[in-house]
């Protein structure tokens, strides 16, 4: 009996480290950080829906000029990068009268618009098996 449960014991043990979720690297660069003030943000998302609005994980860092590196741990599926540089910690992207920026950010993929939000499908990117380098230069 004792050798039965011990069998099971170590089958359950082999199928959950096998059914585990395996995660890769996201390492972000964000490049043209034209000064130190206030904090620089990057948002990973994973959806359509989360796109413009909560990320799966976010990390804000004070800014340095130049560039920044930013590292995640994300299973592999579809996800967009969101980076902007809030200058005055204020926590939001602030825009002009008509909406547009006026902090710097960036979209990965180069995924920005002239006219309003940038499209879901030109910054999506997939991570399939292996870790993964972003440059997203922001102005």
């Known amino acids: ?10 089958v ?23 000064s130190t003030k206030g904090n620089v943000g990057v948002a990973v998302c994973n959806s ?3 796109f413009l609005g909560k990320p799966l994980v976010n990390k804000s860092k004070g800014a340095k000029k130049g560039e920044m590196i ?6 592999n599926g579809n996800y967009t990068v969101r980076v902007m540089h809030d200058e ?5 992207l602030d825009t002009n009268f008509m909406g547009i920026p006026v902090e710097p ?15 879901y499908e030109e910054a999506v ?12 230069e922001i102005d």
């Not at 005055?88 to 939001?92: A, L």
């Open 125 to 136: 990117f997939t991570i399939t098996d292996k870790n993964v380098k972003l440059a997203i």
């Open 105 to 119: 950010y960036g979209i990965s993929m180069d995924g920005k618009s002239r006219f309003g939000p940038p499209d």
């Open 48 to 50: 359509k829906a989360t």
């Open 12 to 34: 359950a043990g082999c199928y959950g480290l096998s059914s585990a979720q395996t995660t890769h690297k996201l390492v972000v660069k964000v490049t043209n950080i034209q």
């Open 88 to 92: 005055n910690k204020n926590g939001e």
């Open 70 to 75: 930013f590292e995640f741990e994300v299973p």
């Open 1 to 10: 009996m004792k050798k039965l449960l011990l069998t099971l014991a170590i």
